[in-house]
Structures are given as C-alpha cells and as structure tokens.
C-alpha cells in the first residue's frame, strides 16, 4: 500500500558526504561538519556541511612580520634612536611598540579566523570582515549555482594543496570566490553533490 | 579672560619639552585605549556572526588587552 503521508524526518534526506571525517579543531581551515558551530541567519534545521577558511600557509608573512618587529628592539639596541629620552620614556616606548605589535598580531588573527566560507545542505555563505569595522555577508542558495570552477596554480599551492574556487550563480546574484582554500577540489566535488541532491528534492517535491 | 599673544606665547615657552613628550606618550596610549576598545566591541559583533568556536578565549583576549591599556593610560598620566 503506498505511503499517504511522510513525516517530514523521513522526508529529511541528508547530503551523503563521503571520505570527510567531522573536525574538531576550532583552526582548522577545512572543516567538514564542525561541531558546535553556528551561523548569524542560519536556520535551525540548516547544517553546515563544510567550513573553510584560506589555508593556514597564508598567514605565514605577517608572522614573519610579527616575528621580526618583536625581535627588533634586540637589534635596535645597538642603534641606539630613543637614547635621548629618559629610561622611562625609553621603558614607555618599549611597551608602546610590543602593544601596538600585540593589537596587530591580533587583528590579522581575527581577520584571517573570521573570514569563512561556509556551505550548508542548502546554501553558501561568505563572511567576509575587510577590517575591523567592516563586514560584509552573502549567500546563494546551491540549487542557484550553475557553474564551478577551481583553480590551482603554483609550487606552493601545489604541494599545499589549496587554491581558488569560483561559483558562478543564477542571473543577477553575486558569484562567489573562495580564495586559497584547502582541497579546492574537494569543495567542487562537494557542491556538485550538494547540487544533485538538491535537483533530487526538487523533483521529488521536497522543497525547503 | 582675554590674554594677550605676548602672554600665550610667554606660557607655551614655561612649558617643559619633556611635558611635551608625556603629553605625547599619553596621546599615543588614548589611541591605543581607544582602538582596544574597538577590537572588544568588534570580536563581540564577529562572535555574532560565528559563534561556537574559540568564542570564550577570544572574548578574553579582547578583554585583557583593553584592561592592559587603560592600565597602561592611567600609568602613563601618573608615572611618566
């Protein structure tokens, strides 16, 4: 006898994403299932099937930097600039500098831990923080995307294993770029799954 | 209480130019104060918009580099 009604827990078809284990590292820059994690505007019966972030290897100038401007003084020291002013000043300027190199540690940590991609079983959001003071947010939802590509060009990104990838989406919506994100083809592969599972609810009248 | 140029100009000069400097130095601390406390209220707002993760700590990074700064200012104004 056919089914006359289907609860909607039945309906429920979960995205089948094969070979991701769930991630419990909070820095992980590619992040399938992270626990415990939600979203500004996420619905409730949404799940974010993959968080990415650009590869870890991207912050490695600024620690550089970092690395530098606190060792700087050391070297300083036989340069001496702010010989001239009293031992507290110079006490002063010392703290100035490692507070000023603290806030700027920080921030490119903010900056780089902030900015996601996310992708749901039913959509993809972009966070984007350019600065501290500005944010900006989109999102697409994955039965608009009609066209992905990934590119990945490079010795570094080669043997690192991360690169671009551009989602093109319906008429006038916003495409999206993930930049240098780990496994991009990986990503492809997710969406496009994403994708068919999306098409299969659509003509299956499941629609969320 | 009007004052004359010969006045102004005969109070700048009685200023020391280390009382210069310390104005400068606490100037420089303000900014930074100010700028910790942009850096609290942003992590607030970015926790906002993803929360789960590293939340607590970054909240209290935030929050002792503010602390660390109005410290700073007010050891700037009374030591300097």
Redesign the interface.
Known sequence: MPDIFISKKEQKNEPEITGLDKTINPLSAFAPGPAGVRFENQEEEEKIVLLLRMHWLTNVPWVILAIILLLAPLVLRFFPLISFLPPRYQLASLILWYLLLAAFVFERFLTWFFNVYIITDERIVDIDFYNLLYKEVSDAKIDKIQDITYKMGGAIRAIFNFGDVFIQTAGTELNFEFRAVPRPDRVVKILQELRTQEEIEALEGRIR | MNLSIEQIIGFLSGISI?TL?KIL?CF??FI?LV??F??FR??S??T???????ESF?KF??WA?FL??VL?FLL?IF??
């Open positions: 280390w400097v130095f420089a601390f930074y700028f910790t942009v850096v942003q992590v707002l970015m906002q918009a993803l929360y789960g993760q590293l970054l990074v935030s580099l660390v700064a700073l700037a030591w300097l």
